[in-house]
């Protein structure tokens, strides 16, 4: 990975065996869903732990199959992408950085929903 661009990614977390890059992420901000979409389109294996809202979705398209409880709760979310991450670096690290931009979209798309509905438009 260039210098510039880890300078610009400061990531968390990086796992030298299996080359992923991991963000822990807590609250959801413009700038963090900006930061976090454009960090999952890198070259570079990236995967991204979110701890704190209950509208991530880590059981979308994840590898290990785990079916989503109805009701999420960040705890939950959190043991299923500990579990997930753990499976990436023991079977397919490459697959880490397809799963946070499909997540981050998904989350995004439920952000635009929401001011959708309060607002009856998207600009």
């Not at 946070?100 to 989350?107: C, G, L, T, W």
Request: aromatic share 14%.
């Amino acid at each position: 990975m260039e210098e510039a661009t880890l300078t610009q990614a400061q990531v968390r977390f990086f796992l030298p065996d299996t080359k992923i890059y991991i963000e822990v992420k807590g609250f959801m901000t413009i700038h963090a869903m900006a930061k976090l979409a454009w960090l999952s389109r890198q070259t570079f294996r990236y995967y991204i732990l979110q701890g704190t809202e209950d509208d991530w979705n880590p059981y979308l398209n994840s590898p290990l199959k785990t079916v989503c409880p109805p009701a999420r709760a960040a705890r939950t979310n959190l043991k299923q992408q500990v579990d997930e991450l753990v499976w990436l670096i023991h079977n397919d690290p490459d697959m880490a950085s397809q799963l946070s931009m499909v997540r981050i979209k998904d989350y995004i798309r439920i952000r635009v929903e929401e001011y959708t509905s309060w607002n009856g438009d998207w600009f």
